[in-house]
């Protein structure tokens, strides 16, 4: 899920964004405690579900590679990224 006016699930300071955990916990359907914080940047925040199962997120992936530049091998285990992910960025 990309959502682009961060206010709801975010505080937005000067393009950094500090996420209200227990918002991005309703949009990842999880409780607080089980967000996990996959990247951070100037105008981007990436939140999963730790741990999650299911099938590779090939959407999320591409999303994360385009906005920290890092690619994700989808058949390395350790870059899957499984299940729903959050992206909040701030509209150009």
Known sequence: MKVCSPQFAAVVTGGT???????????????????????????????????????????????????????LDPEADHDQLLGPVVTLTLCE
């Open 17 to 71: 964004i500090t996420p209200k955990l227990h918002r991005i916990a309703e949009l990842l359907k999880c409780c607080p405690t089980l967000v996990d914080v996959l990247a951070c940047g100037h105008g981007y925040g990436i939140y999963s579900v730790f741990d999650a199962e299911g099938k590779v997120n090939m959407l999320a992936m591409a999303e994360f590679t385009r906005l920290t530049g890092v690619r």
